[in-house]
């Protein structure tokens, strides 16, 4: 079944074609040859509407991963980079670790406790005010 075609797509055509991987090459430092087999590589992620940001956001995001020595250089090789359902996972994984999580609220420190005279005379103060409560509910 043919996957949907995501709703920013543009149309997909030899220019579009040799831009991404002029971008890629650039990118990355590397030189390769624009074959019919990698073009056809490239048409089939672009036909699913991937965008030149995508791109953009998955080497960045997989030459930082690199360079922590989490993943290896070989998720660059265009072959590997170009299989659709990788790059929607690096994409999305990028996406994650690209947002920061939020920052956790301070914690107000706790009152010190109080005393048994000041635990008393809040007793007796909120059953003053319940009194008026109820004077006032009749």
């Known amino acids: 079944m043919p996957e949907p075609v995501r ?8 220019a579009a074609i040799t831009q991404a991987h002029q971008l890629y090459c650039q990118w990355t430092g590397q030189s390769l040859r624009l074959g019919f ?11 699913q509407g991937y965008s030149r940001e995508d791109l953009r956001r998955v080497i960045t995001y997989l030459q930082r991963e690199i360079r922590a020595g989490r993943r290896n250089v070989g998720a660059l090789k265009l072959s590997n980079l170009l299989q659709p359902d990788r790059f929607e996972e690096d ?3 990028s996406r994650v670790r690209l947002r920061p999580s939020p920052s956790p609220k301070p914690a107000l420190p706790s009152p010190p406790p109080l005393s048994a005279a000041q635990q008393q005379a ?16 009749r």
């Open 7 to 14: 709703p920013h797509s543009l149309p997909v055509n030899a």
């Open 37 to 47: 087999d990698r073009e056809r590589m490239w048409y089939e992620l672009l036909r």
């Open 122 to 137: 809040g007793r007796q103060r909120a059953l003053q005010y319940c009194r008026q409560i109820k004077a006032t509910l």
């Open 91 to 93: 994409l999305q994984i």
